[in-house]
């Protein structure tokens, strides 16, 4: 039989919904104000006034505390789904581009970042975020019929999470256009984008009739957030 502390709260309830947000806040909060080397249970229990078996209730790890904070961040807009992929892409970039510049964001995917070459989990996370955000962009642009594979994907957003994160350099929105301007007319046939529709409007007959295997359900664009591709 599983001990109480370590059933996962029902967030149906509005109390366990009040504390979990309550509890992600505060880990904002100090986020923001010491790094992540100060987001311990230890002291986000004592600051949010809340036990370390609430806060393994909630997250059983502190890397999944960090997910969360990278994949919730503060409303920026979210693109919507459209048949032009030029304006999809731009708005996605757009909206990364915002999300990354919410610091206890941005500190909490470094700090994951820095231990995935050492640390299976933290590894394991980077990619189902990855993936998951793909597959949701790949969701927004299905009514375009263009299909981003994992190295299209890395190739549109890359340009934009170094300057941020590392080069620290503001990404403007001149640096987004030619970023998807150069993808969209790349017309590298080693590429496998099983659909697409180019800058003239035309579908590729590769996939044509093809189910998308990346697909994402309705909920997977909802998570879609501003700190890491999007905002929900």
């Known amino acids: 039989m599983t ?3 370590q059933r996962s709260p029902d967030l149906t309830k509005p109390r366990a919904q009040r504390t979990h947000d309550h509890v992600l806040a505060v880990a904002r909060s100090l986020l923001h104000e010491a790094g992540p080397d100060a987001l311990t249970f230890s002291a986000l229990g004592e600051r949010a006034q809340v036990t370390r078996q609430t806060l393994y209730r909630h997250w059983p790890t502190r890397e999944l505390l960090l997910t969360e904070i990278v994949t919730t961040g503060p409303d920026v807009g979210y693109p919507t789904r459209g048949d032009d992929a030029r304006e ?8 990364l581009r ?3 510049d919410d610091p206890p964001s941005a500190a909490s995917l470094l700090a994951i970042t820095a231990r995935a070459g050492s640390d299976p989990t933290c590894a394991n996370t980077l990619a189902t975020i990855s993936e998951d955000r793909r597959a949701a962009l790949n969701a927004l642009l299905e009514p375009s019929g263009t299909h981003l594979e994992a190295d299209d994907f890395a190739q549109i957003v890359g340009p934009v999470i170094y300057s941020v994160l590392h080069a620290r350099h503001p990404v403007s929105d001149e640096l987004i ?6 993808w969209l007319a790349d ?9 697409r529709r180019d800058v003239r409007g035309h579908v590729s007959a590769a996939g044509e009739g093809h189910e998308n295997p990346d697909a994402a359900s309705p909920d997977v664009v909802k998570r879609l957030t501003p700190d890491f591709y999007g905002q929900k």
């Open 98 to 100: 915002a999300g990354l």
């Open 3 to 5: 001990a109480a502390w």
């Open 187 to 195: 017309p590298d046939p080693s590429r496998c984008r099983s659909r």
């Open 88 to 95: 999809v892409l731009g708005a996605f970039l757009r909206t």
């Open 177 to 182: 256009t030619r970023i998807v301007d150069t």
